[in-house]
T-cell receptor
């Protein structure tokens, strides 16, 4: 079983819809969870960083962590065409500080 | 599939020494490899892009003589931090792709310079 699983998509949704992106993980030592956004031919940009179960909100973005289910989500409200990008989840273990990335989900927001 | 490894995962060195970090694509041939640097809780900063068999393209502000990148084969790229100083301490992450926009990331190398 891979340490981090993420559906590669592509995921296409109409403008204004709520987007839900998800990752599952198997390593209970993961304690830090991040979401990155990557535009084509650009480096990943850190969107959200959290280390506890529950929700963390920043503007139109909400990161959700459920450690009991080993499941994390990123919600995007009022999605816009400029949100079209690849979204990567990433996690860091408290044992060895390795950062493990998901494969990324390609998101297309249709105008 | 699409596994990228890095070695070592953590290296500690004395100031003034050089450190080499390897990035390998284990099950695919990577025509392009990218090297990033990450400070805690910050975005990945792209340092350079390397294509197999050609010189790396460095981002503005990255010293090419300090961060030597070699991409000698389709499965291996190396980053050498020359004359490392404490301010070079960071996470160095590579990624690899084979002609699409999708990048597959390695687990990172933590460099600590004393």
């Amino acid at each position: 079983q891979k340490e981090v699983e993420q559906d590669p998509g592509p995921l296409s949704v109409p403008e204004g819809a709520i987007v839900s992106l998800n990752c599952t993980y198997s390593n209970s030592a993961f304690q830090y969870f991040m979401w990155y956004r990557q535009y084509s031919r650009k480096g990943p940009e850190l969107l959200m960083y959290t280390y506890s179960s529950g929700n963390k909100e920043d503007g139109r973005f909400t990161a959700q962590v459920d450690k009991s289910s080993k499941y994390i989500s990123l919600f995007i409200r009022d999605s816009q065409p400029s949100d079209s990008a690849t979204y990567l989840c990433a996690m860091i273990s408290n044992r060895d500080d390795k950062i493990i990335f998901g494969k990324g989900t390609r998101l297309h927001i249709l105008p | 599939g699409a596994v990228v490894s890095q070695h070592p995962s953590w290296v500690i060195c004395k100031s003034g020494t050089s450190v080499k970090i390897e990035c390998r694509s284990l099950d695919f041939q990577a025509t392009t490899m990218f090297w990033y640097r990450q400070f805690p809780k910050q975005s990945l900063m792209l340092m350079a892009t390397s294509n197999e068999g050609s010189k790396a393209t460095y981002e503005q502000g990255v010293e090419k003589d300090k961060f030597l990148i070699n991409h000698a084969s389709l499965t291996l790229s190396t980053l050498t931090v020359t004359s490392a100083h404490p301010e070079d301490s960071s996470f160095y992450i590579c990624s690899a792709s084979w002609g699409t926009d999708t990048q597959y990331f390695g687990p990172g190398t933590r460099l600590t310079v004393l």
